[in-house]
T-cell receptor, first 117, second 113 residues
């Protein structure tokens, strides 16, 4: 089945620093990838849609200048949390579906647990 | 606002019994429906997806879709302790393009040995 790799799986950083999270589709091309965030005991919340070769589309309430998304190739999207603060501590998960398959299920990476101290 | 509703539980089911998980959605134009399983501290993994009215079976799992009632369910037969997890219902809404999914808050399922 489709595999999505996410790195790192966990990261601890100091307040004010930036953290980059990578998401790769390993055996398929993904024109579009999605970034979710999940707080404890809450459901997944879509943060943004990452489009290869163009700007990301952010959900309402998500600061595009704080959560920078780059989708430079058909297999890689990155999320950079800039000037991280403790309230940004969360579980960040990327997902992707096969290019050209509208109803193709989303496959998730293993997630990145970010802790900002 | 498009919504996906699930009973948060916990839903407790004895081992070997059938676990029934339910989900309702608000947008009648929704086209695709997914069930994901999420263990604590892990990312969701796809269990099943269904697009057409009726039942779809895969091993011990059966997804049921009723678009007229805007209702989708997941049945787990012969429940095992390893099935204990949070089950997320997700809906892909109409509108074209590779849209992301809208998730319910999940149902916490506990299989009692």
């Amino acid at each position: 089945g489709a595999v999505v790799s996410q790195h790192p799986s966990w990261v601890i950083c100091k307040s004010g620093t930036s953290v980059k999270i990578e998401c790769r589709s390993l055996d398929f091309q993904a024109t579009t990838m999605f970034w979710y965030r999940q707080f404890p005991k809450q459901s997944l919340m879509l943060m943004a849609t990452s489009n290869e070769g163009s700007k990301a589309t952010y959900e309402q309430g998500v600061e595009k200048d704080k959560f920078l998304i780059n989708h430079a190739s058909l297999t890689l999207s990155t999320l950079t949390v800039t000037s991280a603060h403790p309230e940004d501590s969360s579980f960040y998960i990327c997902s992707a579906s096969r290019t050209g398959a509208y109803n193709s299920p989303l496959h998730f990476g293993n997630g990145t647990r970010l802790t900002v101290t | 606002q498009k919504e996906v509703e699930q009973n948060s539980g916990p839903l407790s089911v004895p081992e070997g019994a059938i676990a029934s998980l339910n989900c309702t959605y608000s947008d009648r134009g929704s086209q695709s429906f997914f069930w994901y399983r999420q263990y604590s501290g892990k990312s969701p993994e796809l269990i099943m997806f269904i697009y057409s009215n009726g039942d779809k079976e895969d091993g011990r799992f059966t997804a049921q879709l009723n678009k007229a009632s805007q209702y989708v369910s997941l049945l787990i037969r012969d429940s095992q302790p390893s099935d204990s997890a949070t089950y997320l219902c997700a809906v892909k809404y109409s509108g074209g393009g590779a849209d992301g999914l809208t998730f319910g808050k999940g149902t916490h399922l506990i299989i009692q040995p």
